[in-house]
């Protein structure tokens, strides 16, 4: 199996894992973070990757878009981590828009490749995702809900990169008296 083959089969693998454990509603986010220059085996932002980017997307946006979840594909801090959404997850979620174009060096390969594969892209300042794939270590965390609760897959990795998940949950409130409700944990 060649590297680009490789790539989409373990991003999908990924993928598939955290939706098997992270009770998402149709219509919710998923933020992806990504370094293609780590997929590949380099330091984050040397290496711009158009075509490891489009391979993870194969993997990944089919997986999502039959979920009914909305995809958030995480710009780099030269765009201030802006994300690309589906102009549908705008007016659903009431994100806040902002004005730029991802490119490879300026909002990353993978942010780049979204904007390119969606139905109606657009880019936000930030969203509360409900679950979120960081592949290789590009901070995705601000973007997701307040609680969020590591998910440890089978594969920690997506190439060279480590992969560091994780769905959320909402938060606790009461005290030693509270009862919870298990299907939100």
Known sequence: MDFLEQTRTQAAAALLQLLD????????????GCSTSEVAGHTIG????????????????PLLQNAG???AAQCCEHLGRALVVEEAAL??????????VPQPKAGGSF????????????????????AGLDIGHTLIGM???????????????I???????????????????????EALL
């Open 111 to 130: 942010a780049t490749a979204a904007y390119a594969a969606l139905r109606a892209p657009v880019l936000v300042a930030n969203v509360q995702a409900a």
């Open 21 to 32: 454990v992270a009770k998402l509603q149709k219509g919710d986010l998923m933020v992806v």
């Open 143 to 157: 973007h997701l809900r307040a609680v969020a609760v590591p998910v440890r897959l089978a594969q920690s990795t």
């Open 69 to 71: 979840l909305y995809l």
């Open 159 to 181: 190439g060279a990169a480590p992969v560091v998940v994780a769905r959320t949950r909402p938060p606790f409130v009461g005290g030693a008296r509270a009862v919870y409700n």
């Open 91 to 100: 007016q659903r979620w009431g994100l806040v828009q902002v004005n730029a």
């Open 46 to 61: 040397t290496h711009p990757g158009p075509q490891v980017a489009d391979a993870l997307l194969k993997g990944m946006l």
